[in-house]
């Protein structure tokens, strides 16, 4: 009867964390892993070497035991013989950031930069000791990952305290994190502490790092860094002792340190983050705006006088953008957020991004609100990249798209047109993989490009063209709601959509998501009868949609007219004005509907006039049966 009543206690106690931690996500069963992180950082700024102590609990909300766990340690890729560098050297179109051409533009002769760095040079973290509840432990190291065999299994419900002394070199800039950017920037610390792997539905996610994208536990960071005490510090969390430390921080925004000492201890605290990022810089600028109803904006950028005024006019943009995000797809639910000149390029963090600063103003104005877009889409709606790298970068490129057109004063009917073009010239490439394909797997980095960015922003775009606009942004926002601060897979932007729409759309992630079946429709005939005109299409793609349809006559009038696919089940809304016809089978090839109008006063039939559907070959989408040219020299009728 003990052991009945203990059984029934400890089920009950698993599923009061089940549900405390499965609040923002109401899939039935979900659950989450959480990690809290206590770090304290002691940074030489002559070596770029550090020494840490990490204490890291760790609470398991799976309903399996587990027997070990596994570590990221990213730094250890920016060595020589890495698994990152046998990829840049194996890749047959290496990221141009990573590698050096030693040959000539004629007769390229590429090396990897990782390949050439010296002991001094390279990336690594050491770990000196692991315990946990207090217990020595035995791991090993295999490249970026450290493979941790428990002392003591940790079962259902259950919290485990692991403690860890290490050691780190901040390796040459070379990628996202690194030191003496080409830019200037001293500190870029991304991926830079011991970070525990994700363990989920599907299983452990210990990947090496090879090239690009990440999966994180939630948790809280308190993090001490101790640093020499001219650097200014920027990243994830809110400082906790700005009157200690000065540079723009403290309440009367004093420019240098206030502290005395030759080093500077940061005390920063971010909860429920899945990262934590900061980068640091002696000659860093320090500005600060409040967004309205919003988060306190830091911008942190080397001070240059050629691109110092850029970074100025930048701020209130990001404001606006800041707004623009938070009403579009959901609030920002954190006190701040940083703009900070380092890195590469651009890459998003907790709280915080990093990009290149020595750019024009359009072009921080286009970085910031790509990688701001990715909080939304990746940090708070924190898909796995590695498996659906399309959910962050796609999704991130649609929002950033319609954010960048509204506060530039443009009007557009599709303002994804680029992505359009991108994802179609690698549908007819013969090089397209399926979105399934995992982030490291693609066999060119271009192929990964234009499918993670372009055709996730399309699978966006044309889903709006599939449900309806108006159903698409109820979808975004209802998708942040139900699934922010957990970890959403596709099946729950597509479900979200479906419970908005009333239609069904798993054939939608089907072909689009999961496949390489590509969309490709043609306006086959338009034939006289007795009755007025028959107008015929044809299906010549595997991937079925539906169909917005446009006849425009000679007068200059036109009629729009909407064919159901019959697998939805339904249709999208449309206006009072455009025709629904019948539904058309996929299995049917071609469809045919008349329109009482004799033939002679159609001008022409277009499929998709606004171009929302990623037709492969819009080559036969349009039939024109009078040009332009000839309705000029068509005699008037007098009356």
Not at 90 to 108: C, L, S, Y
Not at 251 to 270: M, R
Not at 393 to 407: D, V
Not at 469 to 487: C, P, V
Request: aromatic share 12%; with cysteine; glycine share 8%.
């Amino acid at each position: 009867m003990k052991t009945l009543f203990s059984r029934i206690l400890l089920i009950a106690i698993f599923l009061v964390g089940v549900k405390s931690n499965s609040q923002n996500n109401p899939n039935p069963g979900y659950w989450q892993q959480h990690v809290d992180y206590t770090m304290e950082i002691d940074m030489n700024v002559e070596t770029f070497q550090y020494q840490g102590k990490q204490k890291l609990v760790y609470t398991n909300n799976s309903p399996d035991v587990l027997d070990r766990v596994f570590y990221h340690l990213y730094l250890n890729a920016f060595q020589p013989g890495s698994n990152m560098d046998m990829r840049l050297q194996n890749i047959a179109d290496p990221d141009g950031r990573m590698v050096t051409n030693v040959g000539t533009k004629e007769n390229p002769i590429i090396e990897s930069r990782i390949s050439k760095l010296k002991p001094n040079e390279i990336g690594y973290i050491k770990v000196a000791s692991l315990t946990q509840n207090g217990k020595p432990l035995e791991y090993d190291v295999a490249d970026t990952v450290l493979e941790v065999k428990l002392a003591t299994p940790i079962k259902p419900g259950e919290k485990a305290t692991f403690d860890m002394v290490f050691s780190a070199q901040v390796p040459l800039q070379i990628r996202r994190n690194g030191r003496n950017s080409r830019e200037g920037i001293d500190l870029s610390m991304a991926q830079w502490y011991p970070k525990l792997a994700e363990y989920d539905f599907e299983g452990w996610h210990a990947d090496s790092y090879i090239a690009r994208e990440f999966h994180g536990v939630w948790g809280d960071f308190d993090v001490k860094i101790s640093i020499d005490r001219n650097y200014v510090i920027g990243g994830t969390g809110y400082l906790q002792n700005p009157e200690e430390i000065g540079h723009g921080y403290d309440a009367n925004k004093t420019k240098g340190p206030i502290g005395s000492g030759e080093k500077l201890t940061w005390h920063f605290k971010a909860p429920n983050v899945h990262d934590y990022t900061w980068a640091a810089d002696p000659d860093y600028n320090h500005e600060s705006l409040q967004v309205p109803d919003g988060p306190m904006l830091h911008f942190l950028w080397k001070d240059n006088p050629e691109t110092n005024e850029n970074w100025k006019k930048l701020q209130p943009v990001t404001a606006q953008l800041m707004q623009f995000f938070s009403e579009n797809v959901g609030k920002y639910p954190y006190e701040q957020y940083s703009v900070i000149q380092g890195g590469d390029g651009g890459m998003e963090y907790a709280m915080c991004t990093l990009i290149t600063g020595g750019r024009s103003l359009n072009g921080l104005i286009g970085v910031t609100s790509h990688e701001m877009a990715h909080t939304w889409f990746q940090f708070l709606l924190a898909t796995n990249e590695g498996k659906h790298e399309w959910m962050d970068e796609g999704f991130g490129s649609y929002i950033s798209a319609l954010a960048m057109t509204e506060i530039s004063g443009r009007t557009s009917e599709n303002p994804h047109l680029g992505s359009y073009r991108g994802y179609i010239r690698l549908a007819n490439s013969g090089y397209e993989q399926p979105l399934t394909t995992h982030s490291d797997r693609y066999d060119l980095n271009r192929a990964y490009g234009t499918a993670a960015y372009s055709k996730g922003a399309v699978f966006m775009a044309q889903l709006g063209y599939v449900i309806g606009e108006d159903n698409l942004k109820t979808t975004i926002k209802k998708y942040f709601d139900d699934y922010a601060f957990s970890h959403p897979t596709p099946n729950d932007i597509i479900r979200t959509a479906e419970k908005i729409s009333g239609l069904e759309l798993d054939w939608y992630l089907i072909d689009f998501g999961q496949t390489t079946n590509t969309i490709d429709y043609g306006v086959t005939s338009v034939e006289a009868t007795d009755k007025g005109t028959t107008i015929t299409l044809d299906r010549k793609g595997l991937m079925p949609m539906p169909i917005d349809l446009r006849v425009e006559y000679v007068d200059g009038t036109f009629e729009d007219f909407y064919i159901p696919l019959e697998m939805m089940r339904g249709e999208k809304p449309t206006p009072e004005s455009t025709k629904v016809l019948s539904d058309w089978s996929w299995a049917n090839k071609s469809f045919s509907f008349g329109v009482a109008v004799d033939k002679s006063k159609i001008k022409a039939v277009t499929i998709d006039p606004i171009k929302k559907m990623a037709d492969v070959d819009d080559s036969n989408n349009s039939l024109t049966l009078v040009k332009d040219d000839e309705l000029k020299n068509k005699p008037k009728i007098k009356g």
